[in-house]
């Protein structure tokens, strides 16, 4: 318990024992906050050599960390005191390897390791993240997102994979974050790994492109970057999807929809057809966000046309009517009402091949909502436009 502290330990400006030890650019060792205050001070020369620094870089000595760590904890101590410094043996073990991990990347040295690790402890918690947050993390992992990633043999292929699936973790709740990603290099890289990744890093890719559709003014400008409806469209259509990426593929497309441009986009890329197929396969949660998405989309004019002419169209708008829950109704009815909108004959008349009058009537005799009746009656007053027989073939 008295035996003293091994000299490396102690800080060369206070002859205390470091709590956070840095090494500058000539290789010598002190204590953060002790070479902080000497460098603003207005001091540019290392306290020991005196010799000029060519950079103010502060690199955390990790090792020697553990080492006072590890000293602390033997023999049973859990802190001691030397002057007014108290270490805890038991404390910071996470900052330390977010520390020696970025301090990797940035060096170049073992990237992929260190982003992997840094990965990990991401998906650990929200505390693992702020830590990687607050020490500079995001700009390193933005600087992996390289365009020549679009090349599959690019040799960082996989720590690139590793830093959007933390990008996305980060950018949830920091708003810096998504600053950084939003650049055309960084989302060229990002709608390549959406496109041709492993399944799990598209997934990773849709999340983070999500938080940044969050934002009402970068909604737009995510939306307007080459290959990213195609992208989307194609997870959507991933039959191998498991519920939680379906979940996420659904989620994506709809904020970017929430912009009528985007929802251009989305018809353009085919996203009608791959909704329709979505919502045979997936459970009520995403079935409620892809009828919402839809309605999105047909308020589109190129949407309307594009969902007049799929058959499909009809008979998943009419099944689902009732069969998933009431705002699902809600959303199918106002789908048919947007495509009925362009007032041709043919469009009602292949709602009734499809089934759509005697579910109408169902609609309005269930214990609905008045919202949801509303529109159920408007759809019927469009359909007394046609002949009389196709109605009376309809409920025959």
């Avoid at 000539?26 to 205050?37: L, P, Q, S, V, W």
């Avoid at 997870?235 to 709809?254: F, H, M, W, Y």
Wanted: hydrophobic share 40%.
């Amino acid at each position: 318990m008295g035996s003293s502290v091994p000299p490396s330990f102690l800080c060369p400006i206070s002859l205390q024992v470091m709590k956070d030890p840095v090494i500058v650019c000539t290789g010598h060792t002190y204590d953060r906050i002790n070479i902080e205050k000497w460098l603003k001070s207005g001091n540019k020369t290392c306290p020991v050599t005196m010799i000029p620094l060519q950079d103010s870089s502060l690199i955390p000595n990790v090792t020697l960390r553990r080492l006072i760590q590890a000293w602390c904890a033997d023999a049973g101590r859990r802190s001691f005191k030397v002057g007014n410094t108290t270490l805890s043996s038991n404390n910071e073990d996470i900052s330390d390897c977010v520390f020696s991990f970025l301090r990797n990347i940035a060096r170049g040295e073992n990237v992929k390791l260190a982003v992997r690790g840094l990965k990990q402890l991401a998906k650990e918690g929200e505390e693992n993240r702020r830590c990687i947050i607050s020490n500079g993390g995001p700009a390193l992992l933005v600087s992996l997102l390289w365009a020549d990633n679009m090349d599959v043999a690019h040799h960082d292929c996989e720590a690139c994979e590793d830093a959007i699936s933390i990008l996305a973790l980060l950018s949830k709740s920091h708003f810096e974050t998504k600053t950084l990603v939003m650049k055309s290099q960084q989302l060229a890289c990002i709608i390549w790994h959406l496109r041709n990744g492993p399944r799990g890093v598209k997934i990773a890719a849709a999340e983070l492109l999500r938080n940044l559709f969050k934002q009402d003014d970068s909604r737009e400008f995510v939306g307007k970057a080459k290959g990213l409806f195609e992208g989307l469209t194609a997870l959507i259509r991933d039959k191998n999807l498991n519920s939680k990426g379906q979940k996420v593929a659904a989620r994506v497309i709809e904020s970017a929809c929430q912009s009528i441009n985007n929802a251009t986009r989305a018809v353009e890329a085919g996203a009608i057809d791959s909704l329709l197929g979505l919502l045979n396969r997936c459970e009520k949660p995403c079935a409620e966000r892809a009828l919402a998405t839809l309605e999105y989309l047909c308020e589109t004019t190129n949407g309307k046309h594009a969902a007049s002419k799929l058959p499909e169209f009809f008979t998943t708008m009419i099944e689902k009517m009732g069969s998933v829950s009431e705002l699902s109704t809600g959303y199918a009815l106002s789908c048919l009402l947007k495509v009925f909108s362009l007032n041709k004959d043919s469009i009602l008349i292949s709602a009734l091949d499809a089934g759509i009058y005697p579910k109408l009537l169902d609609v309005l005799q269930a214990d609905g909502t008045a919202w949801v009746k509303y529109k159920a009656q408007e759809l019927l007053k469009r359909l007394h436009r046609v002949p009389a027989h196709y109605l009376e073939q309809d409920l025959s």
